[in-house]
């Protein structure tokens, strides 16, 4: 049998972008480690990032040398940016099309921010079933109460539009606000420290989860939560982050190429049902062929007798080192088939000549109608 083509090639190098969930309190100054970007296209659903226009900040670079790292700070960088200022995450698709469309792959895409965004994806929906029990095409009383088979629908279009950010040939930065996360112990709430306020599976976005805090003072603090190329560890400190600071994980990809895509749910649910059909054919024909196999063993036991039984015995037992009939692939058992016929013919020629068969001529079927079975 032909060996099958391995469905695993060797591991190469890819583009890659920056895709970032930058999490904080209000004041945190999320805004500006956005807008601390490459050339960022934001998003802004809070209303506060034209203040930034005609501002700048401090950019600290790192410099290599033949001997070692120097970090130094530039002059002020002023703020460049585009903005689209809506509360809509409608619009947030159709400004993420448009970017998938039209792609700038030096800019940034900055979203301000995931948390605002959720709550517009859900209101939305909210809205639909609002539409839905006034037009009396639903008997719900209360459309506020979501119920358990509500929430696909809601994150359909919410994992959809994350996979588009995942897949934007651009940087991307999703900021967060955060919240208490709260668990109910022995029937009483406990908080348990601080989560994203955002769909729950936002946090496994992107490459890096930065959250950022402030103090008294004014001075910022990065804290890496997460970083999938594991340059930086889980709790690592940065002062004063900008986008800058993370540039040097750009040199743990080439320059050239295309970035790895995701594909779509609707996109890998309509393979995945082919495999379902594809098993079920499978299934129905392998039935087929083995029944055909229990013929042919019939067949040449009646006619062939003890030389016949042998040959056949000979042949199953072979391949059923590997499992039974049932176990064994669609290919082999065709293979075996095919075996099967060619001994009969060859056992018909060596045969006595006053015996009682007749042979199977090309072209006819080589099914003969036994009842015979084999053993699974």
């Given at each position: 049998m032909a060996k099958k083509k391995s469905p695993f090639t060797p591991a190469k190098r890819v583009k890659q972008y920056l895709k970032l969930v930058v999490s904080g309190d209000t004041d945190a100054g999320k805004t500006h480690f956005g807008l601390t970007a490459p050339s960022p296209y934001i998003i802004d659903m809070e209303g506060n990032a034209s203040l930034f226009s005609g501002r700048s900040y401090h950019r600290k670079v790192t410099e290599e040398t033949s001997h070692r790292r120097i970090d130094r700070d530039t002059a002020e960088v002023p703020f460049d940016f585009h903005i689209l200022e809506t509360r809509s995450f409608r619009e947030t698709e159709k400004a993420v099309d448009y970017m998938l469309a039209n792609p700038d792959p030096n800019g940034t895409l900055v979203v301000d921010n995931g948390s605002l965004l959720w709550e517009a994806c859900q209101e939305g929906y909210i809205t639909k079933l609002e539409r839905k029990v006034n037009d009396g095409r639903s008997n719900r009383e209360d459309p506020d109460e979501l119920q358990f088979g509500d929430w696909r629908h809601i994150k359909r279009p919410w994992k959809d539009l994350m996979r588009k950010l995942f897949n934007l040939p651009m940087h991307v930065i999703l900021l967060c606000r955060i919240e208490d996360d709260i668990k109910v112990i022995d029937g009483k709430p406990v908080t348990q420290g601080k989560k994203l306020d955002t769909e729950k599976r936002t946090k496994y976005f992107g490459t890096i989860h930065l959250h950022l805090e402030v103090s008294d003072d004014g001075n910022r603090t990065g804290i890496v939560i997460r970083d999938k190329w594991g340059v930086y560890n889980h709790g690592d400190t940065v002062e004063n982050p900008t986008f800058w600071t993370f540039e040097s994980l750009l040199a743990h990809a080439p320059n050239n190429g295309e970035?790895?895509?995701?594909?779509?749910?609707?996109?890998?649910?309509?393979?995945?049902?082919?495999?379902?059909?594809?098993?079920?054919?499978?299934?129905?024909?392998?039935?087929?062929?083995?029944?055909?196999?229990?013929?042919?063993?019939?067949?040449?036991?009646?006619?062939?007798?003890?030389?016949?039984?042998?040959?056949?015995?000979?042949?199953?037992?072979?391949?059923?080192?590997?499992g039974t009939l049932k176990e064994l692939p669609l290919d082999t058992l065709n293979t075996t088939l095919d075996e099967l016929y060619t001994t009969?013919?060859?056992?018909?020629?060596?045969?006595?000549?006053?015996?009682?068969?007749?042979?199977?001529?090309?072209?006819?079927d080589k099914e003969i109608d036994f009842e015979f079975h084999t053993a699974d």
């Open positions: 970035q790895p895509q995701q594909e779509s749910d609707e996109e890998l649910a309509e393979k995945d049902g082919e495999s379902f059909d594809n098993e079920r054919d499978d299934l129905k024909e392998k039935t087929l062929v083995i029944a055909k196999i229990t013929k042919a063993g019939k067949v040449m036991f009646s006619t062939f007798g003890q030389r016949g039984r042998e040959a056949y015995n000979e042949k199953i037992e072979s391949i059923q080192k590997d009969h013919g060859e056992l018909k020629a060596t045969a006595p000549s006053n015996s009682n068969s007749d042979p199977v001529e090309e072209g006819e």
